[in-house]
């Protein structure tokens, strides 16, 4: 087991707040930069793939592997946008998160606000389930009955999670508004607003490009975005030894430092994924926009010395993080928690 002492990383980082401050600063010049880079690769791209759809669905696919990416990097826009770091204006963020949306389908202002509340609240096992990937923790599972657990294994399977389930996230559950929080009750609408918007965007480009070609290569890029956005929000919140807490012991910056890991990938997927890598970083200031963050991890090394720093390879072992143990203040997968399981009943046995 990984201890870590919470005093330490208070210590250290006890002045964060200005450690973080002038890379909070949005740059209008970097922002317009990335819009047009991404915003360019993304059509160039889409144009290809309806190029290649008329040959061979095949290659058309292939380009969608990386313009799958495309729209990650496009989904980080909008995402900054809806932490209000993106850009000085805050009519500009809306307007820029908005016309991200329709590229990702993922409606802007209530996905924005349901990603704040998982800043606010990261790690809180009494709410892992909104804007976050649900966690079971050992007891809740032990607890449940016979459909919660089929539906749980199924929900955690990643031959489930980051295929379809990816695509279902993106395309079917965004088209509604889940959450009967008070907290969302002035968001909630944006849903169906956005749900209006894609429909007749979709229908026109649909007309125009022509309903098949249009959709089924639309949709094929939604496809991987959809796996490559679930996975890089999988890996940096279900690692084996994640911070995760119940409300009255839980702290924020505890919480963003070992509560999230720093992705450590080579720089052209850091590119590719908006930099969100550096998850440890982001959780503690949401303000930093995307194209700070590589500029504070590399001047502030102090931000990565308490953090899960994983690479690619360490981060396929994250698949077996199904379970939040409360005595071993770690994740376990199924197959621990079901050798557990046996043990016991072999102990109680003999007991007798």
Do not use: P
């Given at each position: 087991m990984k201890h870590f002492n919470s005093q330490q990383i208070l210590d250290d980082l006890k002045n964060w707040q200005s450690m973080v401050k002038k890379y909070q600063v949005p740059n209008t010049k970097e922002a317009i930069i990335q819009m047009a880079n991404s915003f360019s690769f993304y059509v160039l791209l889409l144009g290809l793939q309806f190029y290649l759809y008329e040959k061979s669905f095949f290659w058309s696919a292939l380009v969608a592997l990386l313009?799958?990416?495309?729209?990650?990097?496009?989904?980080?826009i909008q995402h900054d946008c809806g932490h209000s770091s993106f850009l000085k204006s805050k009519k500009a963020n809306t307007i820029i998160g908005t016309i991200c949306s329709i590229c990702t389908l993922i409606p802007y202002k209530?996905?924005?606000?349901?990603?704040?509340?998982?800043?606010?609240?990261?790690?809180?096992?009494?709410?892992?389930?909104?804007?976050?990937?649900?966690?079971?923790?050992?007891?809740?599972?032990?607890?449940?009955?016979?459909?919660?657990?089929?539906?749980?294994r199924v929900y955690r399977n990643p031959f489930y999670l980051f295929t379809i389930g990816g695509f279902i996230y993106v395309v079917v559950y965004n088209r509604f508004a889940f959450s009967n929080l008070s907290y969302f009750k002035k968001v909630k609408n944006n849903v169906n607003i956005s749900n209006a918007i894609f429909i007749i965007t979709y229908a026109i480009a649909a007309?125009?490009?022509?309903p098949e070609?249009?959709?089924v290569v639309q949709f094929?890029?939604?496809?991987?975005?959809?796996?490559?956005?679930?996975?890089?929000?999988?890996?940096?919140?279900?690692?084996?030894?994640?911070?995760?807490?119940?409300?009255?012991?839980?702290?924020?910056?505890?919480?963003a430092i070992k509560g999230t890991t720093y992705y450590k990938l080579p720089r052209i997927f850091h590119w590719l994924s908006g930099n969100i890598g550096y998850h440890h970083i982001h959780h503690l200031s949401s303000s930093i926009p995307n194209y700070n963050l590589r500029k504070c991890h590399q001047e502030n090394p102090i931000l990565a010395k308490h953090?899960?720093?994983?690479?690619?390879?360490?981060?396929?072992?994250?698949?077996?993080?199904?379970?939040?143990d409360e005595e071993q203040k770690k994740m376990i997968s199924f197959k621990e928690y079901s050798r557990?399981?046996?043990?016991?009943?072999?102990?109680?046995?003999k007991a007798q």
């Open positions: 313009n799958g990416f495309i729209l990650s990097r496009i989904f980080i209530y996905w924005a606000k349901n990603h704040g509340f998982h800043h606010a609240h990261n790690g809180q096992l009494e709410v892992s389930d909104i804007g976050d990937v649900d966690c079971m923790t050992v007891e809740e599972y032990v607890k449940a009955n016979w459909k919660t657990k089929i539906y749980y007309y125009i490009l022509g070609r249009f959709l094929t890029n939604l496809f991987f975005f959809g796996i490559y956005a679930l996975w890089f929000f999988y890996i940096q919140h279900q690692y084996e030894f994640i911070y995760k807490s119940g409300k009255e012991n839980w702290n924020y910056v505890v919480a953090t899960n720093t994983i690479t690619f390879w360490q981060s396929l072992k994250t698949i077996h993080s199904n379970l939040w557990r399981k046996k043990l016991a009943k072999q102990m109680a046995l």
